[in-house]
């Protein structure tokens, strides 16, 4: 890990921003975390459009973390932002607003060209980030995962043991694949769910929530489009992740 620039926030959250690999990424620690007092870290996740885009919502899930005493991390996912561009990936991508403007159904078989090449890719980068980033010695475990693509989130909560919360955003397609590693996912889960989310199917999440084999598991549904989530959803998520990765 390779800090490129260090800037302290009016509330006293230090973001410093990092190549890891030649992966852009950005880390948020609280003004309490020190290496006799570390943080836990939550990684944030957030959709393939780049993390210059991204940057305000994702800075202020960051300083609504350190609040509540948590280091947050995030990194650039393949083919987005400053990264190399993604040919084939870019031509599902296409092809999926083509079958929404026509108002299609979306296939699976769409969805696995459009997801799985890209979890596959990016989840080795996510496992490697918290290598880097536990190594410091402000920040500790255990980690959470919070937000963005949700086959990801579950590919990396059953792939890497140090996650031992989630909160999920039933927002994106889940391939076939997903179904099946949701039945291996047993840690504590927040599944955020847009009721009327114009690019989600509602079955399907809902049917994704049922797979899940964690016993301690809520389904947090609210009315409204992909954009339309309520402020009070940030502060139910506040509350499990403070419950799951906090000792005491």
Partial sequence: MHFTSEHPLDDGVLERRFTLDGIPG?????????????APLILLGHPPLGLSTMYPRLVARARHAAADGFATATIELPGSG????????????????????AGDPVNDDLVDALVLPLVDAAAPE?????????????ITGPVGISGGLISLAVRLT?????????????????PRATFEEARRVTIPLHVLLQ????????DASLALFDAFASTD???HAHLGGHTGVPASAADAAAGFFRRHLRAG
């Fill in 217 to 219: 598991k809520s389904l």
């Fill in 195 to 202: 009721w009327d989310d114009e690019g989600n199917n509602r």
């Fill in 126 to 138: 996510w496992r490697a980030a918290p290598d880097a980033v536990l190594a410091l010695p402000e």
């Fill in 26 to 38: 950005l880390l948020w620690t609280p003004a309490s975390a020190s290496a006799s007092a570390p």
């Fill in 158 to 174: 059953v792939t890497d043991p140090r996650i031992k919360a989630a909160g999920l955003f039933a927002g994106s397609f889940a």
């Fill in 82 to 101: 400053d990264r190399p561009s993604w040919p084939a990936l870019n031509r599902a991508r296409e092809d999926l607003r083509r079958t929404l403007r």
